[in-house]
Structure formats: structure tokens, C-alpha cells
């Protein structure tokens, strides 16, 4: 049976739980602390632990996440048992409860900010970190049955990309970037799955064994108005690339002009040119858009 506190973490109950909401899919939350400002010109020094696990117990109480994790040490301090909601995520009168929307809605803060400096060196992004006790909060998470997938696309820059529908029918990973009625974009980057291991299987998303990201569907499956949940798979993916061509916003699962446009655009960006950026995905293009499998 999966744990309400996570193993190895430092419990601080903060009291004040609520129920989530089971009509919504489980759901993981990833945030960075973002406590400080710095540049490539300027970095600062991270900060403590032990200061953002006092504000988070003190006078941050009302935005406290479940989890505070610290990519260079893996310690880790939690706030809310695993089936309470948390408080990281705005939640305006009205509309979808985001901090609830889900049977577990389970909030991460990285402690983080990009151009930190860690024993002289200074990290531009979360992925570059150590990441320690990565495979220990993935697997805690994975057993709430929240799948290995970002059904937004994983992370990879600090901008927005929400889509309510998304968020309200889909199970897994989301950016805080993602989340509805909420306007921060971190955090920017996270650590890539575990290798090798399964979602839980009370999950029902993904078979055993079954592939995190889409495989390669063939050139001939992208013909002018095929309909296919992979299509807005990718569609979301492009968009999170910043390579969005696309004139709607409706129809992202039939393959149309703005997908050639926008397919195009990714095989520009990385470094296709000329018949080669034809807007028709092929094999190594595909495969390193990380479209999540569905």
C-alpha cells in the first residue's frame, strides 16, 4: 500500500488537510522555489534547505507544497500527507479547484532557482543538478498512481502552455506552467523518468512494458486529415518547443497545414534544412520531440 508520507522524508505536519477531489486523474505538480533572482552575468548562492523548510512551516504555510525536495543532497521535507491537497497552486473563486483536481494532486518544490551557485558552480537548469533522491520521489509518486508521462509535454523552458482539457481528462506529470488559472511558468526543466521502471499498475494508463514515449508512426500515417490522439500529442509538444505555427487552437488531433508548418519549424530548430525541413516527420526527428505515449 502506498505510504501517505513519503520514506526518508522530514515530516512536518503542517495540519490543516482537505480532501482531494477523486473526479479528476491522479496528478504530480512540479515546481522550482524560484526564491531568488540571478543571470548567467550575476548568479547567487542557493539557499539553505533548512530557510525554505522554516518559511514553508512559518509564514509561507498558506502556499506550502507536499513536498520540498533538494536536488543537491536529496533531503526532503513534507508538509501534507499524500491525499491532502496542498496549497503551491493558485485557486481563484470558481472554476476548477486546482490544488484538489485529482484522486492524489501531489506537490513538488525543487529547491532551485536558475543561475544558482552550488560549491562554485552555477546551474542554469534543474536537469543539471545532481537531482539525488530523484528515484525515490519518482517511485513514491509513481505509487499514488501518477504514470511516468507529461501529458502537457515535459517541461523545457520557462513558458506556459495550458489546455483545461488536458488538465481535467489526463493522468500524470504537469508543469506548473501547465496548470490552469495559475500564470507562472516554472520550472523550466526536470530529471527524466527512472529507467526501467513501470507506473503503478492500479494506474491503468500504460500497460507493462509499454514504451513512455510515442513510437514512430511511420511518414505515410501523416496525411492531410488524419485523425489521431498521437497528432495532439504532438501538437502539444511543438507548442511546448516553441516551434507553434499553428493559426487554431481547434482540431489538434487532425493533421493539417499548421502541422506541416509547425513540424517544419521543430526540424529547422534542430539544425534540418531544405528538403530535410519538410514538415513530414521522420524516424530521429520524431523520436527526439519525446511525444508522450498515449
Not at 508543469?175 to 520550472?187: I, K, L
Request: hydrophobic share 35%; proline share 10%; net charge negative.
Amino acid at each position: 500500500m502506498a505510504e501517505l508520507w513519503m520514506p526518508g522524508a522530514i515530516k512536518e505536519d503542517l495540519g490543516n488537510h482537505a480532501p482531494c477531489d477523486p473526479e479528476f486523474p491522479a496528478k504530480a505538480i512540479a515546481h522550482i522555489t524560484a526564491d531568488l533572482k540571478a543571470t548567467a552575468a550575476a548568479p547567487r548562492d542557493l539557499v539553505p534547505f533548512t530557510t525554505l523548510k522554516r518559511f514553508f512551516t512559518g509564514g509561507g504555510k498558506q502556499v506550502a507544497p507536499h513536498i520540498l525536495w533538494d536536488p543537491f543532497s536529496g533531503a526532503f521535507a513534507q508538509f501534507f500527507p499524500a491525499t491532502s491537497r496542498s496549497l503551491a497552486l493558485l485557486d481563484g473563486p470558481g472554476g476548477t479547484r486546482t490544488n484538489r483536481a485529482g484522486e492524489v494532486v501531489i506537490q513538488i518544490e525543487a529547491l532551485f532557482f536558475p543561475h544558482c551557485r552550488v560549491d562554485g558552480r552555477v546551474f542554469a537548469n534543474l536537469s543539471e543538478t545532481p537531482c539525488e533522491g530523484w528515484s525515490k520521489l519518482n517511485a513514491w509518486v509513481r505509487s499514488w498512481g501518477v504514470p511516468n508521462t507529461w501529458p502537457m509535454g515535459p517541461p523545457t523552458g520557462f513558458t506556459s502552455h495550458r489546455d483545461a482539457s488536458t488538465w481535467r481528462s489526463h493522468k500524470g506529470w504537469y508543469a506548473h506552467a501547465h496548470v490552469p488559472e495559475n500564470d507562472h511558468v516554472d520550472p523550466g526543466s526536470w530529471p527524466m523518468f527512472v529507467d526501467g521502471r513501470q507506473p503503478d499498475a492500479r494506474s491503468g494508463d500504460r500497460p507493462a512494458g509499454r514504451p513512455e514515449q510515442e513510437p514512430f508512426p511511420g511518414a505515410s500515417f501523416f496525411h492531410p486529415g488524419h485523425k489521431s490522439p498521437v497528432i495532439a500529442a504532438m501538437h502539444r509538444r511543438l507548442v511546448a518547443e516553441h516551434c507553434n505555427r499553428y493559426q487554431s487552437s481547434t482540431d489538434t488531433d487532425v493533421w493539417g497545414s499548421g502541422d506541416v508548418k509547425s513540424f517544419a519549424a521543430w526540424q529547422e530548430k534542430l539544425g534540418f534544412s531544405d528538403g530535410d525541413a519538410d514538415g513530414i516527420p521522420g524516424r530521429t526527428s520524431w523520436d527526439r520531440l519525446h511525444v508522450p505515449n498515449v
